[in-house]
Structures are given as structure tokens and as C-alpha cells.
């Protein structure tokens, strides 16, 4: 398809458990990056990939969540040892011009943590 | 730091009426950019619009319109003649100068439009 494809739509979890989130960009956007939006809450950003520079992390909220892209394309986000905090929707989005502002989003992961 | 208010969790209008949905942002830079994103039931964000820091003219798209006032901090979205496919959360962000796309994104406004 031609906008962000993310999978699975929908995961339930058991608490202590591991999960991985992947998201495919748009062909050719070189910019990725991972949201969480908790239940009635706003967007949290997470982490920023550009092209091949070093992530930005800086908006991971423990070390148990990772996340990494390969070939510059399709990311993966990991939550070791989920917590029932972990709870919530994340979305991808990518965009093509890392200075417009105009992001292209997934429909987005739900994660339930029970 | 920078944040950004989105005061109204929740609004209800009946289709027709005009609505105006609000935002305030703090931030200490002088150059900045503001966005306004839709989320529709499908969950999937939808960019409305961006606006800089320098560029205070109001805008209109159709039925959109956006007023800018960098006195008040507030940028805030009006709906006219609001219809039910308007039905949706909507999301307020500010992106700091040289920041990439990195977004704060306010609270979110749930806009009902019932028929």
C-alpha cells in the first residue's frame, strides 16, 4: 500500500512478557519515527530515526523499550518485560522532508497488557 | 521547555454549527511551528496544517480556518458549518526550529458532530 502499514493492529499481552511493534514507512520517506498515545491522553514521542544518523532516543521512557530500523526502512519497536503501564497505542509515522512538519501516520499498534 | 494546552477534552455541536477548537503552546524559541492534526476513527493522523512562528495571517481552507496570535500564544481552529464526517480528535503540535519533525502534541480536542 502506499501509506504506513503497521502490524499487528491489535496485541495482548501478559504482563513480564516481551513484544516487538514493527512499522513499514513510505517508499523513499527517510524519516521514522515511533509515538505512544496513551488511553485520552495526547501524543508522547519516543524516538526519531533520519537516514542513517544515530536515533534519537531521548523520548524512551525506560530502557526496556528499544527500537531500531533496518536498511533504513522498516522499524521495529521492542518492549522487554511489558508492564500494564505499557498499555496504549503506538504509532508510526514517517515523512519524506524531516523539516515540514507533515508526518504520515499508521493506523498504530494497540497493545493491552494484562 | 515546551508544551501545548488543549483545554476542551471534549466538544458536542450539532451539524451546521461553526466550532472553534483551541490551543495555547508555550516555548522559549523565537522561531517555531505549529500544526494542526486530525484523527478520525480509523486512528490514523491526518496533517490539517502548519504555520511558522514569523507568519501570523490567518488562513482558510474551505470550511478551516486558523487563527494565529502570537500575543496570546494561541492557535486555534475554527470548523464552519460543521458536518458529521468532521467527527474526530484533534491534535494541536508545536515543533521547535531545527528540531526535524519532533512534535509536542496538546491533549487532543474530541469533536462530536451529530447530525
Known amino acids: 500500500g502506499a501509506g504506513v502499514s503497521q502490524s499487528p493492529s491489535n496485541k495482548v499481552t501478559e504482563k513480564g512478557k516481551d513484544v516487538e511493534l514493527r512499522c513499514d514507512p513510505i517508499?523513499?520517506?527517510?524519516?521514522l519515527y515511533w509515538y505512544r498515545q496513551s488511553l485520552g491522553q495526547g501524543l508522547e514521542f519516543l524516538i526519531y530515526?533520519?537516514?542513517?544518523?544515530?536515533?534519537?532516543k531521548s523520548g524512551l521512557p525506560s530502557d526496556r523499550f528499544s527500537a531500531e530500523r533496518t536498511g533504513g526502512s522498516v522499524s521495529t519497536l521492542t518492549i522487554q518485560r511489558t508492564q500494564q503501564e505499557d498499555s496504549a497505542v503506538y504509532l508510526c509515522?514517517?515523512?519524506?522532508?524531516?523539516?515540514?512538519?507533515?508526518?504520515?501516520f499508521g493506523e498504530g499498534s494497540r497493545l493491552t497488557v494484562l | 521547555a515546551q508544551k501545548v494546552t488543549q483545554a476542551q477534552t471534549e466538544i458536542s455541536v450539532v451539524e451546521k454549527e461553526d466550532v472553534t477548537l483551541d490551543c495555547v503552546y508555550e516555548?522559549?524559541?523565537?522561531?517555531?511551528?505549529l500544526f494542526w492534526y486530525k484523527q478520525p476513527p480509523s486512528g490514523e493522523l491526518v496533517f490539517l496544517i502548519r504555520?511558522?512562528?514569523?507568519?501570523?495571517q490567518n488562513e482558510i481552507s474551505g470550511r478551516y480556518s486558523w487563527n494565529f496570535q502570537k500575543s496570546t500564544s494561541s492557535f486555534n481552529f475554527t470548523i464552519t458549518a460543521s458536518q458529521v464526517v468532521d467527527s474526530a480528535v484533534y491534535f494541536c503540535?508545536?515543533?521547535?526550529?531545527?528540531?526535524?519533525?519532533?512534535?509536542?502534541f496538546g491533549g487532543g480536542t474530541r469533536l462530536m458532530v451529530k447530525p
Open positions: 509515522a514517517s515523512s519524506q522532508d524531516q523539516n515540514t512538519g507533515e508526518l504520515f
Open positions: 517508499s523513499g520517506h527517510t524519516a
Open positions: 530515526f533520519q537516514g542513517n544518523s544515530a536515533p534519537d
Open positions: 516555548t522559549r524559541d523565537t522561531t517555531y511551528y
Open positions: 504555520r511558522n512562528s514569523f507568519d501570523e
Open positions: 503540535a508545536l515543533r521547535r526550529n531545527n528540531a526535524g519533525n519532533m512534535l509536542t
